[in-house]
Nanobody
Framework: QVQLVESGGGLVQPGGSLRLSCAASGTSIFSSYYMAWYRQAPGKQRELVANITSGGTTNYADSVKGRFTISRDNAKKTVSLQMNSLKREDTAVYYC?????????WGQGNQVTVSS
């Protein structure tokens, strides 16, 4: 099963930008994985932020459309989430998710805090 390690979170002011990265290991077929970013804010359920299929098709939650961009580099086995125009309500722990044949793998989570 693929292992996922996230990086790039932190504290940013409203309107700022952050880039999250997720590095995969333990697989030689990363390109066949469906990859996604989820987030979980305090007291709320985990929610899908964005996903990208093995073919490169992307999908976004309405709350982040036009501000966030998901991308993948199959040669480097990474998936990234570029977050622009951040809002306070984007504050959450962000998780990288990889799925293949119905099996999910998760990263450890990375805190993103949007605050002045």
């Amino acid at each position: 099963q693929v292992q996922l390690v996230e990086s790039g979170g932190g504290l940013v002011q409203p309107g700022g930008s952050l880039r999250l990265s997720c590095a995969a290991s333990g697989t030689s077929i990363f390109s066949s994985y469906y990859m996604a970013w989820y987030r979980q804010a305090p007291g709320k359920q985990r929610e899908l932020v964005a996903n990208i299929t093995s073919g490169g098709t992307t999908n976004y939650a309405d709350s982040v459309k036009g501000r966030f961009t998901i991308s993948r580099d199959n040669a480097k086995k990474t998936v990234s989430l570029q977050m622009n125009s951040l809002k306070r309500e984007d504050t959450a722990v962000y998780y990288c998710n990889g799925r293949r044949f119905g099996r999910d793998s998760w990263g450890q989570g990375n805190q993103v805090t949007v605050s002045s």
